[in-house]
């Protein structure tokens, strides 16, 4: 069982920044695959960016540049540095995890809303 519990939500106005974070009840060096998906009213759950089992990132074409992944083992984190917020990029951003079995795990989920 793995727990994720996430922080960093908020209002924020376009061109504006935001900082998520993801901290997993296990170590992140025991975790397969970790990162954020987001889903929007109406729209289904959509990948932001997450790193693979292979340590490299996966990213959606409409954040590359401007969001960058990144994560703490210390503190078994990873972060979300979102950059140029756009009001398209409004959504529920929910922490993901999946463990070498296949398991997958989320978070409760955080609120970005992106307005002026």
């Known amino acids: 069982q793995v727990q994720l519990v996430e922080s960093g939500g908020g209002l924020v106005q376009p061109g504006g920044s935001l900082r998520l974070s993801c901290a997993a009840s296990i170590s992140t060096s025991n975790i397969y695959i970790m990162g954020w998906y987001r889903q929007a009213p109406g729209k289904q759950r959509e990948l932001v960016a997450v790193?693979?089992?292979?340590?490299?990132?996966n990213s959606a074409d409409s954040v590359k540049g401007r969001f960058t992944l990144s994560r703490d083992n210390a503190k078994n984190t990873v972060y979300l540095q979102m950059n140029s917020l756009k009001p398209e990029d409004t959504a529920v951003y929910y922490c993901?995890?999946?463990?070498?079995?296949?398991?997958?795990?989320w978070g409760q989920g955080t609120q970005v809303t992106v307005s002026s």
């Open positions: 993901y995890a999946s463990l070498p079995t296949g398991s997958p795990y």
């Open positions: 790193f693979t089992s292979r340590g490299t990132t």
